[in-house]
């Protein structure tokens, strides 16, 4: 079964403090994975993308890595902001007859306290 | 501006009643997506569509229907078998190259948020 967990659940931590947020998935056959930030009654905005062969990925102060052996992926978040609070959601997309289908994990709540 | 616009952004419905969402894109995306997603609970697949007068039911398809008569427009009618509609539903769009999995970045409108009264 296609699967995408995240831990933790939730986080709070504070301003300034760095965060990291775990994925895990069993998503087969693997094409990409993403991570997306989702403001709270908005839509998610994609933060970055990996293939199979990509093990890390940088954008600005979110950091992804992916271990495609273990089929784990983590996204680190540096000096957190105030506007980091969001739920970070893990998403990884399986290729299927011609076209390529997301498998979106719970996500992670992120508060970041002053 | 290029883009995937969901409408309306707050929807009312009595029990009994069917109510359809909107959703459009100008993107020129062959993929488009319905997903509902619940407090606490991540995105759930309701149908998908990988091209115009063909769509599947995604994990929760019981009690909705949609159509895709256009390319751009994908619309969600939540009848009123589902029993549990009070949701925020999302409408996504994505690009379809066998060859180029990096494009497969899945655009979201903002969302509708439906309450059953």
């Known amino acids: 079964k296609n699967q995408v967990e995240q831990s933790p659940q939730s986080l709070i931590i504070l301003e300034g403090k760095n965060c990291t947020l775990q994925?895990?998935?069993?998503?087969?056959?693997?094409?990409?994975l993403r991570w997306y930030k989702q403001d709270t009654g908005r839509g998610p905005v994609s933060l970055t993308i990996?293939?199979?062969?990509?093990n890390t990925k940088s954008n600005g102060r979110y950091t992804a890595t992916l271990d495609a052996d273990t089929k784990q992926s983590s996204l680190h978040i540096t000096a957190s902001q105030l506007s980091d609070s969001a739920s970070y959601i893990c998403?990884?997309?399986?290729?299927?007859?011609?076209?390529?289908?997301?498998?979106f994990g719970r996500g992670t709540s992120l508060i970041v306290h002053p | 501006d290029g883009g995937i616009t969901q409408s309306p952004k707050y929807l009312f419905r009595k029990e009994g009643q069917n109510v359809t969402l909107s959703c459009e894109q100008n993107?020129?995306?062959?993929?488009m997506y319905w997903y509902r997603q619940d407090p606490g609970q991540g995105l759930r697949l309701i149908y998908y569509?990988?091209?115009?007068?063909?769509?599947q039911k995604g994990d929760i398809a019981e009690g909705y229907s949609v159509s895709r008569e256009k390319k751009e427009s994908f619309p969600l009618t939540v009848t009123s078998a589902q029993k549990n509609p009070t949701a925020f539903y999302l409408c996504?769009?994505?690009?379809?190259?066998?060859?180029?999995?990096?494009?497969?970045?899945?655009?979201f409108g903002q969302g509708t948020r439906l309450t059953v009264v």
């Open positions: 996504a769009s994505s690009a379809i190259l066998l060859r180029e999995p990096l494009n497969t970045e899945a655009f």
């Open positions: 994925c895990n998935y069993t998503v087969s056959p693997f094409s990409n």
């Open positions: 990996m293939t199979f062969s990509e």
């Open positions: 998403v990884v997309s399986r290729a299927s007859g011609g076209s390529y289908i997301p498998t």
């Open positions: 993107l020129n995306h062959d993929a």
């Open positions: 569509s990988q091209i115009v007068n063909d769509f």
